[in-house]
Each structure stands twice: as structure tokens, then as C-alpha cells.
């Protein structure tokens, strides 16, 4: 599924983005906010005020989201562990943070972050109702805030994984047993078990004529997703820990010289066999490798004039892994940075090059035979 996002810029240095899904849920709280919220509170509000006062709550709901994900952002940091964005989407809002906590303690911590900011909005917009209880629109716009961040930092603190409160829970758990991977695995298990609690509350409130309910399914879905897809890892994680990279690693990866025209290296190399990528050699160095997503960056008119050299990404450039690394911590750094395939790299020679599509397909043949 791709990922369409608009970003929005950088705070902490991490990017802000909008997923499209946001303005659904964006309109849906306006909607709500507007039709039912206000009119509720304020009877005599003239019509266009209560869109006005919806939109701008739905914003300010957003920006609550938004800096409890950067708590959870700012002491990650602080500890060192990356943080690769955050993203506003229809269930709120994610900030993924690298999976790489260095101690159950900075587990724990990133973890109560959030909630904390949360618990603290909800404080502030509160004292911020009573102090301009005399403005209507005002006193409104806070009690909402407070209300919504209380329950923001309460559902979060439910101890399911990936949830805050299951993040809390595995943390102790680690500091506990020593054994992070055990940790998650029943963190993640007990998450499963709060969605599958969730999926059966929504449907109740559906049978009984309340089509709220809905959202709490979705809700519910989307944990469950989440927690097993953190089990399904710890699988993968087992079985692909004890493979070397030099197992899988395409050993005899095709080397292109630096002035091969791309037109050439598409008739020649590409649409002749399976190579998905090329290193490239200049005298007897090998200087660089060249990818499909490098070529079609290429405008095809050009192809005649642009060589394989021009458009390789310089080896000094490109992420690398050793051969005895494992196949699982290769799966992690493609994941992290981005990328499809890594040289692999032994005493600054080219040995080979790893492709996710190897690990895939290694990781299918162990399912199947382990
Ligand atoms: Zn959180």
C-alpha cells in the first residue's frame, strides 16, 4: 500500500507529515464538533460559529496529538534512539521511533512521555476553562481539549502493546526478566486481547443501535494489526537472527564501467536477465552501484547521453553491511534508511549485494522448512 503524505516541515529536526486519511477524520470532527458538541453547549450560537468553533477545536485537537507524540519524541532523542517522523492519520497520529531502546528504562520513559504531555494539556485547558469561563467560545474550545486529552492519555495508558500503556507494561516486564523479546511477545499478546475487548464493545453498541460503535471497531482492528505485526516480527526476528548476510547476498553481481550509457545498460543488461542492480568499476575500482529507482530517475530521452558513472550512487555514499552481520540486522538498516538493497562490504571490497527481495524470499524457504 503506498504511503501518500504531505509534509508539513521539522520540529526536533524529526518530519512532520500529514497522511491523506487525516482530512477524513479532519471533516468527520468538524462535523461532530459543530453539529452536536456546540449547539449542545451553546444553544444560541449563531449558525456559521459553529462550524468556525468545530474546525478550529478539530485543530487544536490535532496539536494535542501532535506534541504527545513529540513527548514521546523529545526523551527518545534525548536517549539516542531515532525518530524517523511523525505522522497525523485518521486514528490520530504515530511517531516512529526506532525500535531500539538502550535500557528499560529509556523504554519506559519514552514511553510515559506521551501520556504525561497528554495528562498535562488536559490539566492546563482545564484551568484555562474556569480562567475564561466569561467567553463563551473560549471556554468551550478548553473544555473540549480537556475532556479529549484526558481520555487521549487514559485509552494510551491501557497496557496493551503497541499501545503507551503496553509499551509501560513490556518495559517493566524487560526490567524484569532480562528478556525484551519475551517482554514484547506478551505485551503484544495482551494487546491483542485489548483490541479483540474493544472490536467486542463497538459491535455491542452497534447491535444496540449506536453506529459510534464503529469507530471503536475500526479502532480495535487497527491494535490488533498493530500487535501482530510486533508477534509476526518476533518470528521473523528468531528465524532471520541466526543467518549470515554472506548466506543470502548475491555473490555475482554484474560490474558495469563507469562510462556504459544507461540506454545500453537497460538493452543489455536489465531486459536480458533478472539483475536488479549493477556495481560499477572504474579502472579496477569498484566506485559505485547503480539501481533500477536510479535509472527511471532519469528522464528516458536522456538515457543516449547519461552514463552508468553519472547516475551510480558513489560506494563512500552508500549504506553497507558485512557479511557476517545477520540477515535480520540488514532487514533493520534497509528498513531505516529506506532502501531496497545494501553492498555488502569486506575490508572495503565489494563481495556482494543484499536485496530485500533475498531476505524475503530466504525468510518464505525457513518458514517453510524450520
Ligand atoms: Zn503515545
Redesign the pocket.
Known sequence: MAQQRIPLGRILGIPIALDFSWFLVFTLLTWILASSYYPSQFPDWPHGRYWIMGAVTALAFFASVLL??L??SAVALRYRVQVRRITLHIFGGI?EIADESPSPTAEFLI?L???AV?LALALASHLLQQWTAGIEALSGLFKYLSYINLSLALF?LLPGYP??GG?LFRAVLWAFTGNLRGATRVAATAGRGFAFLLILIGAWQILSGNLGGLWIVFIGWFLDNAAKAQLQEGVFRDLLSGHPVAQVMNPACPEVPSTLPLQQLVDDYILTGHQRCFLVREGDRTTGLVTPQRIRAVPRPEWNHQTAGGVMLPLQEALSIAPDASLWQALQRMDRDGVNQLPVIRQGQVVGMLSREDVISYLRTLADWS
Open positions: 504527545h507524540e513527548g514521546h511517531a514511553a512521555a506521551g501520556p497528554s494510551n499501545l503507551d509499551r
